[in-house]
């Protein structure tokens, strides 16, 4: 990174990195931990195979070594539906050896018990492979225990989960589960043409306004064999998030909702009978987000909450009779890093200095928490990510880049006694080093001012050799969902597409709105109940600074994006039609009835409660304003298999398209995810690189 290295101290350094083509950027290794307070342990692949090097910051050193101890671990998979138990030392044994098939094993925190489902009821098996016990004995096709209902896989647990729905006590004595109920939840057919006769995936996918699973929060106790439940009523319309064990074993804190997604409850559960207190509650007009980051100290817990507008730490007993606001300022993406409560240290990063790129800090506080203090530990206009503390806490390491500056991996002192001086940093690996920054595209950061006062962010990559004399057709890349920004100063790696479009003379832009987490819940809010109007109205401000500009031609302005971005594409082209000629849209939402309830209700509320603002924002009843018949072209991608948008929604709208008279593009992918893979995603990358060579060239 060329401006970092006028301030880095200049060492001996050893590289770690995998050479690229002479024109592209090194592979920077992966920093995996610090092995002690001067050395780094780091991992790259080579010929498919992980290699770990010891690198010592002081002499710039880096030594292979054996995959370490702390690395090396037992671990549990599922191989032809088994179960398959692998020792430290990597010698492999089958576990179970059943018809049946075994999902999700998971080891207990000791080590020696093996948690998994079977036919959606929960099971341990020990790692010998005897001892099976069987927790409970509903599951069916429509009762699932242990395994998530779809929409708590989506929107909740999320995907990594792979319909994970059980957590082992700190103590390996319990499993927390939830037990889902889905026999109230409409089932949505999802076709597959292969083979002569076609099959049908049922999905018990509940859409806006339809019945949620019944949820019920169990604990399986190992000890006896026996299952006891919390003390919650299934039938209420409610919503549980992920619980988190408090580190004495005995309670769960679970993570309650209503329907309409503006009352938050943590309760603090008793495994061994149920009981159940509220320890937190929070209430907000619009909507609330699930509790994600919480460190659990002795007496109480620290966590993130937006209900001021901003994010901020605050601190929670366990009694619920303590709370105390921790930070201050427009923080936002809040992650922490380490925590240290004998130490009253915890660290986190935060987008705090400015909305589009992440900082690294310090929170510290007295004894009493009457006083609490937040210090920057990062330097520089840089996004620090990856960030790793050194064991004494004096250095940390991190990967820090910029739109224009390619990531680099850096060790910065923080303390007296560091690798070098407090503030002062060196650089272990640069992706940069020996590039030709000058032959790749390279990106800057716009902004714009929207007039009641958002600052707005975009990131542009102006043409090779650009002539401002001359007019450039723009391609605009957003994706739109809330919170959900496309936008950061930070590097990216150039993709085939970027230099493509850089060399044949095209404007590439990102551009983000207020409600993508640049201006906090303050900007969120103007989403509330009508999704996609204050969204387009930003993208119309941001066609509108593009036009002023006297090198962008304005009758060649694309726009394209996926999922929510499909469906800002569609509003580009209707309501803002007069700025966006051309769009490529792929598997989005074009009736917010057609989505599931937890996303859609969080934003929309029901169409119960909200008729009138289900039926403005659906694209389906605005694709007369798109302009056809005066050149303007539209192209659509859906896959057939999408289990999430479903290909329902692209059906629609090629009807309501059609009726309306209106000329259009498609493009389907038979079997096809959300999210094209394969050969598909080849193809949808040739054909959209055809269709604005088409519309933008020609």
Request: proline share 3%; net charge negative; hydrophobic share 35%.
């Amino acid at each position: 990174m060329n401006i970092l290295k006028k301030f880095a101290i200049l060492l001996s350094l050893t590289l770690l990195t995998i050479y690229a083509d002479a024109q592209d950027l090194k592979q920077l290794s992966n920093v995996v931990s610090w092995r002690d307070n001067s050395s780094l342990l780091m991992m790259h692949m080579e010929k498919g195979e992980r290699v770990y090097r010891e690198y010592n910051i002081k002499t710039g050193i880096a030594n292979i070594v054996e995959r370490p101890a702390d690395v090396a671990r037992a671990t549990v998979s599922v191989k032809d539906g088994d179960i398959y138990y692998k020792e430290e030392k990597g010698e492999e044994r089958q576990i179970t050896h059943t018809v049946a098939e075994e999902r999700n094993p998971e080891l207990s925190p000791d080590g020696k018990v093996i948690a998994f489902t079977r036919d959606n009821d929960l099971y341990t098996i020990n790692i010998l492979g005897d001892n099976e016990v069987r927790y409970t004995n509903d599951g069916s096709e429509l009762i699932m225990n242990g395994w998530a209902s779809w929409v708590y896989y989506e929107e909740i647990l999320g995907r990594a989960s792979r319909y994970k729905a059980f957590w082992w006590s700190p103590d390996s004595r319990t499993i927390a589960f939830m037990r889902f109920d889905d026999t109230n939840v409409p089932m949505f057919p999802i076709y597959d043409a292969t083979g002569k006769h076609g099959s049908i995936t049922r999905t018990r996918y509940p859409k806006a306004g339809d019945s949620n699973p019944l949820v019920r929060i169990g604990f399986a106790d190992l000890e006896t064999a026996r299952v006891s439940w919390g003390d919650f009523n299934e039938k209420d319309d409610q919503y549980f998030g992920t619980p988190y064990w408090n580190s004495n074993s005995e309670e769960l804190l679970v993570q309650w909702m209503d329907r309409d997604q503006s009352n938050f409850l943590l309760y603090s559960v008793n495994r061994s009978d149920g009981g159940k207190r509220v320890v937190y509650t929070e209430k907000q007009n619009t909507w609330i987000d699930w509790l994600e980051e919480v460190r659990f100290g002795k007496e109480g817990f620290y966590f993130v909450r937006d209900f001021e507008l901003w994010e901020n730490i605050y601190y929670q007993s366990y009694d619920g009779y303590v709370f105390t606001k921790l930070t201050e300022g427009k923080n936002w993406g809040v992650r922490f890093i380490d925590f240290d409560e004998e130490r009253r240290e915890l660290y986190f990063i935060s987008r705090g200095e400015t909305s589009e790129r992440n900082d690294f800090y310090l929170l510290s506080w007295n004894k009493g928490m009457k006083k609490s203090s937040v210090k920057r530990l990062s330097s520089g206009r840089w996004n620090y990510s990856s960030v790793l503390l050194s064991p004494d806490r004096k250095n940390f390491s991190a990967n820090v880049s910029s739109v224009s500056d390619p990531t680099s991996t850096i060790v910065m002192s923080i303390a007296k006694g560091g690798v070098v001086k407090p503030g002062e940093f060196v650089i272990v690996q640069d992706a940069a080093d020996g590039a030709d920054l000058t032959l790749l595209p390279v990106a800057e950061m716009l902004f714009i001012t929207t007039p009641d006062g958002y600052r707005l962010p975009a990131s542009v990559i102006w043409p090779e050799n650009m002539d401002k004399e001359k007019k450039y057709p723009v391609i605009v890349s957003m994706y739109g969902g809330p919170n959900s920004g496309t936008v950061m100063d930070v590097w990216r790696n150039p993709s085939d597409d970027v230099k493509f479009w850089y060399k044949r003379g095209a404007i590439q832009i990102s551009i983000d709105h207020r409600a993508s987490g640049h201006c906090g819940k303050e900007g969120m809010n103007f989403i509330h109940r009508n999704l996609g109007k204050q969204e387009i109205e930003d993208y119309i401000l941001w066609a509108k600074y593009l036009i002023s500009l006297p090198f962008v031609d304005s009758n060649r302005i694309g726009i394209t994006g996926f999922s929510y971005g499909g469906t800002m594409t569609l509003l580009a082209l209707t309501e803002g039609a007069e700025f966006f000629r051309f769009g490529i849209a792929g598997g989005g939402v074009y009736d917010w009835h057609l989505y599931d309830t937890h996303y859609t209700e969080r934003y929309m509320d029901t169409p119960q409660n909200n008729p009138e603002g289900y039926k403005y924002t659906s694209v389906l009843g605005k694709v007369s304003k798109y302009r056809s018949e005066k050149g303007s072209r539209l192209y659509i991608t859906h896959g057939t298999s999408d289990d999430n948008v479903h290909f329902q929604n692209t059906l629609q709208l090629i009807d309501a398209l059609q009726l309306a008279g209106k000329q259009f593009d498609l493009m389907i992918y038979p079997g096809g995810m959300h999210g094209y893979r394969g050969a598909q995603s080849v193809h949808d990358r040739e054909a959209a690189r055809n269709f604005w060579l088409k519309h933008l060239f020609d």
